[in-house]
């Protein structure tokens, strides 16, 4: 077999896909009454009561068009190829038969590659039997083909698009895991660092002084704790090997020190409310890196901004992060830059269990909103 067609059959259906929703209901509603009407004002089919019940019947078709693209179009377009020879008259002689063409670009949007082979020789079997029969002449079936074969082209552009988007947007989710698993590491290599200080120091006082032992030896458990704590709270979260930074990562109380980071630009104002001396590391620098990444993008895209307000605010369950701008309504913000922050920074907030909303306000302004978990619990 030629790899090429090897690796069209091999190719796998879209998934999940969508079964049915209101816009389904809605075209059902609008072409059984064309169909009908269009049967009625149309003296010059050969036999309308027949083509209008065809149809009506094959209507139901676009309701699985997506989960079972290929018996769709097998029983569609099947029963079109052969009633031309049964009938008096072609069904798709009807103008709101058309809708046949949404089958053609569901198989190619949502079926496998096999699928796609199988259901484009009932495709073309209909058209070639539509000629055969003289219900259409030569230039309406070169029009039917070129049809079919731009729904079953639109089809596989907009599936490798969504498919191009999807591995886009898969990316960016590992990165942010890598960054997570970093700001683990070096949490973690912070703690191990301060273990081996404190045994070094206390194998040194153990023979003068023995209670500086014990101490030592109860601040390297206490130390250890944390550190397993961190790991237990990010254990899903995957990474590449890197240097070990060993200083401390940013935490909630570096957040202040985003009002005075920027020279030019709107000012920016932080406001830190409640208790949050006692958060989890992974939960502080994560706090920090949101806060950071909603001023940078306010300072880039709010059109005409002068104020950025940041406010953290936590209670004994939960801490929120808050970061609006001034800037003017009406303008659209991209929802992920080059890296797509946006998505980077709902995945970090749901990787420790919490949510992260991003949207504009009712006058003017757009609001970033992140509430995590004091615990810092992993999703």
Same mark, same amino acid.
């Given at each position: ?11 796998? &259906? ?40 065809? #149809? ?17 179009? #097998?029983?569609?377009?099947?029963? /079109? ?45 209909? #058209? ?32 490798? &698009? ?25 949490? #973690? ?99 920090? &890196? ?16 002068? &104020? ?26 991209? /929802? ?44």
């Amino acid at each position: 077999m030629h790899p090429r067609l090897h690796a069209v059959l091999a190719e796998p &259906r879209v998934s999940p896909a969508l079964s049915r929703v209101w816009r389904d209901w809605a075209l059902i509603a609008v072409l059984a009454p064309a169909i009908l009407v269009e049967g009625v004002l149309r003296p010059d089919l050969p036999w309308r009561v027949g083509c209008v019940v065809v #149809v009506l019947a094959l209507l139901p078709t676009l309701l699985w068009r997506r989960t079972a693209p290929l018996a769709m179009v #097998v029983i569609a377009f099947g029963c /079109t190829t052969v009633a031309p020879f049964v009938l008096p008259g072609d069904p798709c002689q009807l103008f709101t038969a058309s809708f046949l063409v949404l089958l053609v670009y569901a198989l190619f949007r949502w079926g496998s590659g096999r699928d796609a082979v199988l259901g484009s020789f009932f495709v073309v079997a209909k #058209v070639t039997a539509a000629g055969l029969v003289d219900s259409v002449d030569g230039g309406e079936l070169v029009a039917g083909f070129a049809v079919m074969f731009a729904a079953a082209t639109l089809g596989v552009a907009i599936r490798f &698009r969504a498919a191009a988007r999807q591995r886009e947007l898969d990316q960016v989710k590992l990165l942010e895991r890598e960054r997570l698993a970093r700001d683990l590491h070096d949490t #973690v290599a912070h703690h191990v660092s301060a273990m081996a200080i404190r045994a070094q120091a206390g194998i040194a006082a153990s023979a003068s002084q023995p209670d500086a032992a014990v101490e030592a030896l109860h601040t390297i458990e206490a130390e250890a704790s944390r550190a397993l704590a961190e790991m237990r709270a990010m254990v899903r979260v995957l990474r590449r090997n890197e240097p070990a930074d060993l200083g401390p990562n940013p935490q909630v109380a570096d957040i202040g020190r985003l009002a005075g980071q920027f020279r030019t630009g709107p000012t920016v104002d932080v406001d830190l409310r409640g208790d949050l001396g006692g958060l989890p590391p992974t939960v502080g620098s994560a706090l920090y &890196r949101l806060a950071q990444e909603s001023v940078t993008n306010a300072r880039r895209h709010a059109r005409h901004a002068t &104020r950025i307000e940041v406010s953290v605010a936590a209670d004994d369950t939960s801490v929120c992060l808050r970061v609006s701008d001034d800037g003017e309504a009406g303008g659209a913000r991209p /929802t992920g830059s080059p890296g797509f922050g946006l998505v980077g920074m709902k995945e970090r907030a749901d990787l420790l269990g919490g949510t992260c909303e991003a949207g504009p306000d009712p006058d003017r302004g757009w609001t970033v909103t992140a509430v995590l978990p004091r615990e810092g619990v992993g999703a």
